[in-house]
């Protein structure tokens, strides 16, 4: 899962991605409204914590721009403990969630995950794409039952298939998934295509049907049939 930090404060900005990156998610951040607001107009994320106050701007109106663009984008604010109206406004203007400082580590990650299983798996812990189980509590992923061993790379890039089943995605869109905006600094994408051969192979020799196709000059496609 790929997030963005907006927040200013800059040891709080490390105690949360330091915490969730060892929770194995990729972590953007921004520390004012200019780099926040780029950093929605340029890529995607799952999930954005959004701090209301940040230097040059409201974190607000970042939300309101983000809503604008990827509506789907779960968002959770980041408050202090007297800003009720900014609160409502927030939840207003379609923020999923909030949490008041000081708050612990512990119960934002169980409301990122909360948010993003509402909004990507309709609050579903099990994704289920026929044969093929995803368990995105526990992070597991069986064929008819069957363990399949993946990297947390190869399980990211099975989940995103999944919640984008039968959608072409781009060599590039699922590099800036996986990766975030470091594949700027990149010279090729090859090592998508081997991500992706990997997790082909060891979905088939579960016993899984080959879904991932390519669309050529594209990128793949997660192919099953309609009532899948």
């Known amino acids: 899962?790929?997030?963005?930090?907006?927040?200013?404060?800059?040891?709080?900005?490390?105690?949360?991605?330091?915490?969730?990156?060892?929770?194995?998610?990729?972590?953007?951040?921004?520390?004012?409204?200019?780099?926040?607001f780029d950093k929605v107009m340029s890529y995607t994320y799952d999930v954005v914590l959004i701090d209301i106050m940040i230097p040059g701007g409201s974190g607000l109106q970042v939300l309101r721009e983000l809503k604008s663009v990827n509506p789907k984008t779960g968002t959770i604010i980041i408050s202090a403990k007297n800003a009720l109206d900014d609160k409502i406004e927030?939840?207003?203007?379609?923020?999923?969630?909030y949490i008041t400082k000081p708050f612990q580590l512990p119960e934002l990650h169980a409301r990122i995950?909360?948010?993003?299983?509402?909004?990507?798996?309709?609050?579903?812990?099990?994704?289920?794409?026929?044969?093929?189980?995803?368990?995105?509590?526990?992070?597991?992923?069986?064929?008819?039952?069957?363990?399949?061993?993946?990297?947390?790379?190869?399980?990211?890039?099975?989940?995103?298939?999944?919640?984008n089943k039968n959608h072409v995605l781009s060599k590039q869109t699922i590099a800036e998934h996986l990766w975030g905006d470091y594949v700027d600094h990149l010279t090729n994408l090859d090592f998508v295509y081997q991500h992706i051969k990997n997790l082909?192979?060891?979905?088939?020799?579960?016993?899984?049907?080959?879904?991932?196709?390519?669309?050529?000059?594209?990128?793949?496609?997660?192919?099953?049939?309609?009532?899948?």
């Open 90 to 97: 927030g939840l207003e203007l379609g923020a999923d969630d």
């Open 1 to 36: 899962m790929k997030l963005l930090i907006i927040e200013d404060n800059e040891d709080l900005l490390e105690n949360i991605r330091t915490y969730l990156k060892r929770e194995g998610y990729i972590c953007e951040a921004a520390r004012d409204y200019s780099e926040a």
């Open 200 to 228: 082909r192979k060891k979905l088939e020799e579960a016993g899984a049907n080959n879904y991932i196709k390519s669309v050529y000059g594209i990128g793949y496609k997660f192919k099953v049939n309609n009532h899948a």
């Open 113 to 163: 995950k909360a948010v993003n299983r509402r909004n990507q798996r309709g609050g579903q812990e099990i994704l289920n794409v026929n044969e093929i189980s995803i368990n995105t509590d526990t992070m597991e992923v069986t064929v008819d039952g069957t363990p399949v061993d993946l990297t947390p790379k190869e399980y990211d890039l099975m989940l995103y298939f999944a919640s």
